[in-house]
Each structure stands twice: as structure tokens, then as C-alpha cells.
């Protein structure tokens, strides 16, 4: 056996998966060649590093958690407003507050009296008392 | 309860009967997420999300393969699409070799005491190398490696999730192999 064949069965050996006259030839070549030997070693550690992570186990109440979000999902899809609404809505209620006004406005001026109705009539707007006072009541000559 | 029924009962509006399929499959889950990201708490969040969005996708399940075959590809696809969109994040990660929280770290190795700090930085500089090697496969190598390593299934479960031949599990994992073994000599040399 060569190296690239020993090196090519080291995967099925590593897994206890290869025959037993390759496992045989596989050992006896490994004993004599220090490279093949560095390859399943770092294969073999590669092995250990996979199950170690394995040994990894989720913290407890991961449902609390997952459904904790499904929930906050839940909400936000409630409170999701679509794009056309957000277009709409802001013009709709300018409309309104405008037509609001409008209405008010059309209204106000057509029951309510006129606040010049009482004012002074024309003809004494410009009416000026102090020119009517006899000037000669001032005059010591 | 079987999973058909739980389901059935979810979809009525009993969302508390989740529970009876997040605690049966977890533990799968999580597994397939490490094997991807190699990291407790990238595949804690991760777990959690896929099952979220699993509950979301739940309607749309229709019994056609089992719940755990849906199950694994909702996980695999979920984590790789993860990998795609943070090549950044993932770089940052592969070059902080040294980043791993200490309670990590006793987890990962249970080192004995009679080994110097030269010996614990070799097995992490090690450690990281294989989460590389692994990582640098291409995408349907190292999904097909994942499930046959860390979750431990036939090549026919392979199959049926990756919806492949079950020969082409075998040539995919073959090759995932051939690669890494590559990896290990180019970096045996150097």
C-alpha cells in the first residue's frame, strides 16, 4: 500500500468502516510512515472537534422564547400597514380637516348675524365730538 | 401526540401545542445549526428562528414527506442563506480565532489540567482550522457532511431532504472528504 491509498482509506478506517484485510494493510503501512500517520492524526482530531460540538445542547425554554417572538411577529404583522395606506391616509385626512373647515366656515357666516349690524351708522362714523365743544369756552380773551 | 396531530391542533389556533414540536426537535435542529455556524450562541438564535419560521410556514405543510425531513430543509436553507448574507460577519468570526467565550472553551475541550497554554492555543488554532476547512466546502458537500456528521443520518435521510439520488449523497460526500483530506495535507506541508 502507498500513501495516497493508505491516505485515500483513512476516512473509512477513522469510522471503523473499512474491511479487514485494508484495515490490516492500512495499520501496517501507518506504522512505518511518519506522514500518513501526521494526516490521521489531524484526521482523527478534526473527528473529536465535530464531536464536541455535538455535545452542544440548546439552553433550556426555548419555546418560551420562540413563542415570545411568533407573538411580537404576530403584532407587528397587525400593525403593518400596507404601502398605498400610508400614501393615502395623510391626503385623506388633509381632506378632511380642510372640508371641515370649509363646511364651519360657510356655515358660521351663514347663521351667524353680521357684527357690523351694529356698529355706528355711516353717517356719524366720522362724527367728531370734540370739533362740536365752542372753542371760545377755552379762550381766557 | 404524533406530529400530524400536533400540527392540526396548532393550526386550529392552539399555538401552546408548539411546544410539543420544538421540544422534540430542538435538539436536531440546533445540532444541524452547529455543524453550520460552529458557534453555541449563532445556533441558539438561529434555532430559534427557524422555529418561528417553521410556525409561520406551518399551513403550508402538507404531509408530503415527514415533519423532520420539512424540518431540515427549512434549517438548511435558513442557515445557509445566514452564511451567504454575512460574509463579512463570518470573515470577522474565522479571524477571531481567539474570540471564544471561556465557558465555550471548557465546554468544547475538556482540557486536562496537565496541559500548558502552548498545548490549549494549539487545540484552538486546530479547532478553528476544521470550522474552516469545513466552512470552505462548497455549499451541497458541506450540507451533505453536516447531516451525515453531526446528525448522524443514512445516506437515504440525506437523500430524501436534499432531494438527490442517494448515489449522489454518496459522490457528495465522497468528494467533501477528498477536499478535506486535501486541506490536511496542504496544511501539513506548510
Known amino acids: ?51 464536541e460540538e455535538k455535545r452542544f445542547r440548546p439552553e433550556p425554554f426555548l419555546f418560551t422564547r420562540v413563542l415570545s417572538q411568533i407573538e411580537k411577529a404576530e403584532q407587528i404583522e397587525i400593525q403593518f400597514i400596507p404601502t398605498w395606506r400610508r400614501i393615502v391616509s395623510p391626503i385623506m385626512v388633509s381632506l378632511t380637516i380642510i372640508a371641515a373647515l370649509y363646511i364651519g366656515i360657510t356655515a358660521g357666516s351663514k347663521l351667524m348675524k353680521s357684527p357690523l349690524e351694529n356698529q355706528i351708522p355711516a353717517e356719524l362714523t366720522y362724527f367728531n365730538d370734540a370739533a362740536m365743544e365752542s372753542v371760545y369756552a377755552f379762550n381766557e380773551n | 401526540m404524533s406530529d400530524q396531530e400536533a400540527i ?13 414540536l420544538v421540544d422534540r426537535y430542538q435538539d436536531l435542529v440546533f445540532r444541524t445549526c452547529m455543524g453550520f455556524f460552529h458557534n453555541k450562541e449563532d445556533s441558539e438564535d438561529m434555532t430559534q428562528e427557524i422555529f418561528v419560521l417553521a410556525y409561520q410556514s406551518l399551513s403550508r405543510f402538507k404531509g408530503e414527506s415527514s415533519f423532520s425531513t420539512w424540518l431540515y430543509r427549512i434549517t438548511i436553507n435558513a442557515s445557509l ?13 474565522q479571524l477571531g480565532a481567539f474570540s471564544i467565550k471561556d465557558s465555550e472553551k471548557e465546554m468544547t475541550f475538556q482540557i486536562p489540567e496537565f496541559e500548558t497554554p502552548e498545548d490549549i492555543l494549539i487545540k484552538e488554532e486546530h479547532r478553528n482550522w476544521v470550522q474552516n476547512a469545513l466552512n470552505s466546502l462548497p455549499e451541497n458537500q458541506r450540507t451533505a457532511i453536516v447531516l451525515s456528521k453531526y446528525d448522524d443520518l443514512s445516506q437515504k435521510e440525506i437523500s430524501e431532504i436534499m432531494n438527490i439520488s442517494e448515489g449522489a449523497v454518496e459522490s457528495l460526500i465522497q468528494r467533501a472528504k477528498t477536499n478535506l483530506r486535501k486541506k490536511m495535507i496542504q496544511k501539513l506541508k506548510k
Open chain 1, 1 to 51: 500500500m502507498n500513501c495516497q491509498q493508505c491516505q485515500k482509506s483513512l476516512y473509512e478506517y477513522s469510522e471503523g468502516k473499512l474491511p479487514e484485510r485494508m484495515k490490516v494493510e492500512v495499520e501496517a503501512h501507518l506504522a512505518n510512515c511518519e506522514g500518513c500517520k501526521r494526516v490521521k492524526s489531524l484526521l482523527m482530531l478534526s473527528e473529536n472537534v465535530i464531536q
Open chain 2, 8 to 20: 392540526q391542533t396548532i393550526l386550529k389556533g392552539y399555538k401552546e401545542k408548539y411546544s410539543i
Open chain 2, 81 to 93: 442563506n445566514k452564511l451567504r448574507k454575512n460574509p463579512i460577519e463570518k470573515l470577522f468570526k
